[in-house]
């Protein structure tokens, strides 16, 4: 709170409080103009952790049962899930797609991922296993990690520089609408 505090007193900041003051009438009109020109972005960061949170860790830890691991399965399942999302982040300083039209259709993929995790429970024998679900849940945590920092690198390119920190307020609003959206369906899967 300190640090906080003594950041807006920097003579830096208080030129960009100026100059934000001086441009609020317009800013109503440019937040709708960022908006409109991320919509795929901001599209697919919901749909991740909408995916993401309805799955992770509700789903892993309440349904999924190991009769060879019994209480450990969830414990290893959340552990493997947290280490592919951090792969997946540190995979970004090996590739980052370049395409915002390719994230965005992956991120739509991962709604495949429900069907795929609902024939863990309800599925022939063969997808009911502790490999196959282990599987899942790394793919699940990978392309969280992998796709969220894509996505959140290509959105403010995707504007002018003047409208990037904009175009990340609009990332992150959409980010917490898909934890929401992700955490009243993880409800669903316990129903």
């Not at 990037?164 to 307020?169: G, I, K, L």
């Not at 990332?171 to 992700?182: D, E």
């Amino acid at each position: 709170m300190v640090c906080c505090a003594l950041l807006y007193k920097l003579p830096v900041m208080e030129h960009h409080y100026k100059l934000q003051q001086n441009n609020s009438s317009a800013s109503q009109t440019k937040l709708w103009d960022v908006a409109r020109t991320i919509q795929w972005p901001a599209l697919g960061i919901f749909i991740i952790y909408t995916v993401t949170l309805s799955i992770f860790p509700g789903f892993l830890a309440e349904n999924i049962r190991s009769k060879l691991l019994k209480d450990w399965y969830a414990i290893i399942l959340i552990t493997i899930y947290n280490i592919a999302d951090f792969g997946g982040k540190c995979f970004t300083a090996v590739y980052v797609l370049r395409s915002v039209a390719k994230a965005t259709w992956a991120c739509l993929g991962r709604l495949l991922l429900y069907p795929l995790f609902t024939a863990c429970l309800h599925g022939p024998k063969w997808v009911r296993n502790e490999v196959f679900v282990v599987f899942l849940t790394v793919v699940l945590g990978f392309t969280n990690g992998y796709l969220t920092s894509v996505i959140m690198i290509l959105a403010p390119k995707s504007v002018p520089p003047s409208e990037a920190e904009m175009a990340a307020v609009v990332m992150a609003l959409f980010l917490c609408l898909g934890l929401v959206s992700g955490s009243v369906l993880g409800w669903f899967w316990i129903i």
